[in-house]
């Protein structure tokens, strides 16, 4: 591992999913989405965010917890799919700490509770991030209304962030699930990245990882570009492969060919 690290002048392995949030890429729809979230959270309300699978949505995340400070929230984080609404609520429970049995109007009341005692002696406010939920069948999610219903809805007392792909909006659409789409204040949403886009991010992942220049040639660039199409995950993953056969071969950087190969291993 050391040799390919020298190699290329890294001091670190690039392009791998292990970031802090400071080495997050910046960029406008990223920031956007996660300020629109934290504004929600901060006002009391609920949101989601909706973004296709490797556009961004974790990063988004991460920021959005961050920003969240302990002594002022109780975040549960969820990631959790095909559950009865009995499991969920099972599950969210033992999240906030709480007793995970008992029928489901049981626990259901004990979440309020759990909800309405954390706000109001420990002073924090709760908030549900659930993850996936484009997964979530729609009788779960609509337990979520259930959930943030406070004196016959009189009061904000937990901020739900609901994160999935595509498919959540259209299970929002869901004539059972207006009464939950009404109660989101804001629906952020991402998109693969444009071509200028993903050379800066690829300059960015070079950079934190320590390398002085980005050991990809232009037509490289050009190739990952296309075949990833703004997809970060497959962005990391294709340029990755692409620099282990640069190594591999003795190149001080990766040309189109070492892509069109890394294409082949990774998705034959």
């Known amino acids: 591992m050391k040799d390919i690290l020298s190699h290329f002048g890294f001091q670190s392995l690039p392009f791998t999913r292990e970031l802090t949030v400071i080495q997050h890429f910046s960029q406008p729809q990223f920031d956007a989405a996660a300020d629109a979230l934290l504004e929600a959270v901060e006002n009391r309300m609920s949101a989601a965010l909706i973004a296709p699978a490797g556009t ?14 302990e002594a002022r929230y109780r975040v549960s984080y969820l990631m ?8 969920m609520a099972r599950e969210i429970a033992t999240a906030l700490g709480l007793e995970p049995a008992g029928s489901y109007p049981m626990l259901v009341r004990r979440l309020q509770e759990g909800c309405r005692s954390s706000l109001d002696i420990e ?25 943030t219903n406070f004196e016959m809805d009189s009061r904000l007392v937990v901020s739900i962030v609901l994160a999935g792909q595509p498919k ?15 109660r989101l204040s804001h629906i952020a949403t991402l998109v693969p990245l444009s071509k200028t886009e993903v050379a800066s991010y690829l300059k960015h992942r070079a950079t934190i990882a320590g390398a002085k220049a980005l050991p990809l040639d232009a037509q490289a660039v050009e190739a990952i570009v296309e075949i990833a199409r703004g997809n970060l995950r497959a962005t990391d993953a294709l340029t990755l492969k692409s620099l282990q ?19 082949s ?4």
């Open 80 to 87: 959790i799919t095909n559950l009865s609404r009995r499991e």
């Open 265 to 268: 291993l990774l998705w034959a």
């Open 56 to 69: 961004g949505k974790s990063s988004v995340l991460r920021r959005l917890l961050s920003r969240l400070p």
């Open 245 to 263: 056969l640069a190594y591999a071969d003795g190149a001080k950087t990766a040309d189109s060919n070492h892509v069109a190969t890394a294409r």
């Open 168 to 182: 959540l909006r259209e299970l929002l659409r869901k004539d059972e699930l207006e009464d939950v789409a009404r």
């Open 123 to 147: 002073s924090r406010r709760p908030v549900l991030v659930i993850d996936e939920a484009h997964e979530l069948r729609p009788d779960v999610l609509s337990m979520l209304r259930v959930l």
